[in-house]
């Protein structure tokens, strides 16, 4: 009955028994489930093939709602190299009284307004059409770098080890799935007893939505 495939399920009383957490539920909650699928934008790769990304101001909106604006971004230095605008960044959250602290780097390759053939044959040095604005992009990249170190749209910045848990703040499906199989367990094969009573003793929470759904059907 179980599947791997399932999405993951934490209780309450499970986030309860991580002391030292800086997020409360709901902040938690925002942080492991999916970007919603609206904010998610796509680009052209270099090499082929679309990049997936966010905005800016979708990352800006998550901060907002998880640290009641109780946030600030900061360039800690900047630098022009190899054609890219390259920023380094700090992002400080404050939240249940502690601070988390990222610092990432965010790049944008700098735009160089068109040469006329006389400045390429003598070498002219390419002129930014807009430094100020490269730099700009520079610094979002950087602080959505920062934000997905601490969860926010890390589905979409760290694929590889995303994976997405649903927070069952009020502990439903526990509950949903312990009724339903207090009312159908006398007409259920002894087998099938059994493996529902491990999903509930062990609680393997990937696993409820399909006992849920199983027990739901039987008469």
């Known amino acids: 009955m179980s599947n791997k495939n399932e999405l993951a399920l934490v209780s309450a009383s499970d986030l309860s028994l991580v002391k030292d957490n800086s997020l409360n ?9 999916k970007t919603p699928a609206q ?20 990352v800006k909106k998550c901060l ?9 971004f900061e360039i800690i230095e900047q630098m022009a190299l190899h054609g890219e605008a390259i920023v380094k960044g700090k992002l400080t959250c404050r ?4 601070t988390i602290v990222k610092m990432q780097f965010g790049n ?4 160089y307004r068109k040469q006329n053939d006389e400045e390429i044959k003598r070498g002219a040095e390419r002129i930014p059409l807009s430094i100020g604005n490269d730099f700009k992009a520079a610094s979002t990249d950087c602080l959505k770098k920062c934000a997905a170190e601490i969860g926010i749209a890390s ?8 994976n997405e848990v649903k927070v069952d703040v009020d502990n439903t499906m526990e509950t949903n799935l312990l009724e339903l199989y207090e ?4 007409s259920m094969p002894v087998d099938e007893q059994l493996n529902i009573e ?8 990937r696993s409820y939505k399909k006992a849920i759904n199983f027990l739901a059907q039987l008469p």
């Open 25 to 33: 539920e709901n902040q938690l909650q925002q942080l492991l489930k």
């Open 64 to 72: 907002n709602l998880m640290f009641g604006w109780d946030w600030d």
């Open 198 to 205: 491990r999903i509930i003793e062990k609680k393997e929470t």
């Open 155 to 162: 589905d979409i910045y760290n694929k590889e080890d995303f």
């Open 183 to 186: 009312a159908k367990k006398d």
């Open 108 to 111: 944008k390759d700098i735009m």
């Open 95 to 98: 939240t249940n009284g502690r």
């Open 39 to 58: 904010y998610v934008k796509k680009r052209p790769a270099k090499g082929g093939g679309q990049w997936e990304y966010v905005t800016g101001g979708y």
